[in-house]
Structures are given as structure tokens and as C-alpha cells.
């Protein structure tokens, strides 16, 4: 996984020379991705690369490429590493300039780095489910841009790792958001729950890809939030992100979901997914 990708060109890692001025570098200024390869194969390579220009175009941030071009790379950048199965994560800094909160004038250009990673998928936890936390959401209100700033999701993540969980359910003032890198969705009474896509999420790719598989298996959804007292009643549980999948949650803060065990509706989802994977 030697090579990486550097502006337009793919290089070695020891090729790529990042600027102590690079405004990723000292204002966490830009968006990223990440795209889950199988078995060579891009899974919805053009909704993550969508997403990425609407969350640059949010910033005011150019990307100095057109989409098909930043597939291409991608590509070759997959093919070049020959890589199996695992990721690719790949982000656009507003590049380099003297510090200054104000942004540079539009003639600097975007610096793009990506890298791949081998990661088998998690086939334990999605078997045997996982546990998390709940935790306040503490991070910024603009959620819905996959930015690179990532500290309040790292604080979070972290609290989650101590407590020997998996990932932390996010809420605001009682309302569950997300998860410091996934999203949440929940099954009572045969409906699936998902707070809607508003500024206090980031609309996943993955939740999306349920969402399409829940209309497969006839379960009825609601992009609806939920409060941190529901989960309790909750029939089942799920984290959804790019290398999470389909994730069974089954233990909330010490507390077993299910009965500890996974539900129905989580194995249908799941094998509806299986399938999309499958027909790449
Ligand atoms: N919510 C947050 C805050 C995320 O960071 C992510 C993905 C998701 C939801 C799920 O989105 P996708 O389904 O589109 O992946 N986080 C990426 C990350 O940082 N590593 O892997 C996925």
C-alpha cells in the first residue's frame, strides 16, 4: 500500500511533501472521504465522490478536478496497490497559504492526497453485534460536511474506546444525532428510525444504502429522531457506516439490546446488503 496519491499524480509516500502552511494542516480546512473497496471493487464510489463536492462546495472550496477525473485516480490508485479488500480514504485541503482565518484568494489551489488501506470486513461484529455509550453531542452544528476536523469526534470516539465500547450514540438535549463516526438507526414495532438529514448529521452513505434495503424487505421506515430514553425500548439497533456496515448494537451502556442478541429485521438488512456487495 506503498503508493498514495498527490494532487493529480500517484507517488510514493515518501514523495509527498506536505506543507507546514497547508491549511488542512493548521485549521483542519477541508473535506474528505472514505470508499469501501471489495475484492478490488468500488461499493458507491459516485455517492462518496458526490458528497465530497457538495461538502467542498459548502465550504467555498474548489476542487481543482472534475468528478470523473478524481474517479479515475482513485482507481488507478486502487489497481496500482492491487488492492483486495479494504479503503480508500482521499481528502481536499483549501491548500497553502500564510495562516489567516480568512480564506486565500481562489488562484490557490486545493491540495488532494489519498491513500488505501487492506481491512478485511468485520465479519465478527456483524455476527456477534457490538457495545456502545451514549455520549452529548459535542461537536459543531455543521455536521452534514464531512469535514477533516475531526476533534470532537475523536474526544467522543475515544471516550467510547476507554469504556471498551465499539462507538458512542451521540444526543443533543435528549435527541440522538449519531455516532462519532457512523450512524444510528433503530427498529420498534416493525418501523425503522433514523434522525432525518438535517445540518446535525452526516447523511451517510450507508444509512442511505439501508434505507433502499429496508424498502427491499418491506420494513417501513421514518426519518424520524429518537431520545436517548426510547433506546431502551428499542426492539433492535444498528451502526451504519462505510466499514461498519451493518452493525448489530447490543449492549447501550451496560444495558443489553435484545436480549444481547441480534434481531431479525438486522439479519434481513444485512443480508440485503450482502447482496448489493455481491452483484459488484
Ligand atoms: N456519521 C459520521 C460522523 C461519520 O464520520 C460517518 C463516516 C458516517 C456517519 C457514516 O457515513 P458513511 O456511511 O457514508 O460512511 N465516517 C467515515 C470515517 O471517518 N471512517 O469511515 C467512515
Same mark, same amino acid.
Given at each position: 500500500?506503498?503508493?498514495?496519491l498527490y494532487?493529480d499524480?500517484?507517488v510514493?509516500?515518501?514523495?509527498?511533501?506536505i506543507s507546514?502552511?497547508?491549511r488542512?494542516?493548521?485549521l =483542519?480546512? =477541508?473535506?474528505?472521504?472514505?470508499?469501501?473497496v471489495?475484492?478490488?471493487? #468500488? #461499493?458507491t464510489?459516485?455517492?462518496?465522490?458526490?458528497?465530497l463536492?457538495?461538502s467542498?462546495?459548502?465550504?467555498?472550496l474548489?476542487?481543482?478536478?472534475?468528478?470523473?477525473?478524481?474517479?479515475?485516480?482513485?482507481?488507478d490508485?486502487?489497481?496500482?496497490?492491487?488492492? =483486495?479488500?479494504?479503503?480508500?480514504?482521499?481528502?481536499?485541503?483549501?491548500?497553502?497559504?500564510?495562516?489567516?482565518?480568512?480564506?486565500?484568494e481562489?488562484?490557490?489551489?486545493?491540495?488532494?492526497?489519498a491513500n488505501?488501506?487492506?481491512?478485511?470486513?468485520?465479519?465478527?461484529?456483524?455476527?456477534?453485534?457490538?457495545?456502545?455509550?451514549?455520549?452529548e453531542?459535542i461537536?459543531?452544528?455543521?455536521?452534514?460536511?464531512?469535514?477533516?476536523s475531526?476533534?470532537?469526534?475523536a474526544?467522543?470516539?475515544?471516550?467510547?474506546?476507554?469504556? =471498551?465500547?465499539?462507538?458512542?450514540?451521540?444526543?443533543?438535549?435528549?435527541?440522538?444525532?449519531?455516532?462519532s463516526?457512523?450512524n444510528?438507526?433503530?427498529?420498534?414495532d416493525?418501523?425503522?428510525?433514523?434522525?432525518?438529514?438535517?445540518?446535525?448529521i452526516?447523511?451517510?452513505i450507508?444509512?442511505?444504502?439501508?434505507?433502499?434495503?429496508?424498502?427491499?424487505?418491506?420494513?417501513?421506515?421514518k426519518?424520524?429522531?429518537f431520545?436517548?430514553?426510547?433506546?431502551?425500548?428499542?426492539?433492535?439497533l444498528i451502526?451504519?457506516?462505510?466499514?461498519?456496515?451493518v452493525?448489530?448494537?447490543?449492549?447501550?451502556?451496560g444495558?443489553?439490546?435484545?436480549?444481547?442478541?441480534?434481531?431479525?429485521?438486522?439479519?434481513?438488512?444485512q443480508?440485503?446488503?450482502?447482496?448489493?456487495?455481491?452483484?459488484?
Amino acid at each position: 500500500m506503498n503508493y498514495v496519491l498527490y494532487n493529480d499524480q500517484i507517488v510514493t509516500r515518501d514523495e509527498v511533501v506536505i506543507s507546514q502552511e497547508d491549511r488542512g494542516y493548521q485549521l =483542519g480546512d =477541508g473535506v474528505y472521504e472514505v470508499v469501501k473497496v471489495y475484492d478490488g471493487k #468500488f #461499493f458507491t464510489a459516485k455517492e462518496h465522490i458526490d458528497r465530497l463536492y457538495a461538502s467542498a462546495d459548502k465550504i467555498d472550496l474548489v476542487i481543482p478536478y472534475t468528478k470523473d477525473v478524481l474517479h479515475k485516480l482513485l482507481h488507478d490508485l486502487v489497481e496500482k496497490n492491487e488492492l =483486495g479488500t479494504g479503503h480508500v480514504y482521499f481528502q481536499v485541503t483549501r491548500g497553502v497559504a500564510p495562516r489567516n482565518h480568512i480564506y486565500p484568494e481562489p488562484s490557490v489551489e486545493a491540495v488532494l492526497t489519498a491513500n488505501v488501506t487492506e481491512n478485511p470486513r468485520p465479519m465478527a461484529n456483524f455476527e456477534n453485534g457490538v457495545r456502545v455509550i451514549v455520549q452529548e453531542d459535542i461537536r459543531w452544528l455543521r455536521c452534514d460536511i464531512k469535514s477533516i476536523s475531526l476533534l470532537g469526534a475523536a474526544m467522543l470516539k475515544q471516550k467510547a474506546h476507554q469504556a =471498551g465500547c465499539y462507538e458512542a450514540i451521540l444526543h443533543r438535549d435528549g435527541v440522538v444525532t449519531e455516532c462519532s463516526s457512523s450512524n444510528v438507526l433503530a427498529i420498534k414495532d416493525g418501523v425503522l428510525y433514523t434522525h432525518p438529514a438535517t445540518n446535525l448529521i452526516l447523511n451517510g452513505i450507508t444509512r442511505q444504502v439501508i434505507l433502499a434495503c429496508a424498502d427491499e424487505i418491506g420494513l417501513p421506515v421514518k426519518e424520524e429522531a429518537f431520545r436517548v430514553e426510547d433506546i431502551a425500548t428499542m426492539d433492535e439497533l444498528i451502526v451504519s457506516s462505510t466499514t461498519s456496515e451493518v452493525t448489530p448494537i447490543v449492549e447501550v451502556d451496560g444495558v443489553a439490546v435484545n436480549g444481547g442478541t441480534v434481531g431479525p429485521w438486522t439479519r434481513k438488512l444485512q443480508q440485503a446488503f450482502n447482496a448489493k456487495v455481491e452483484a459488484l
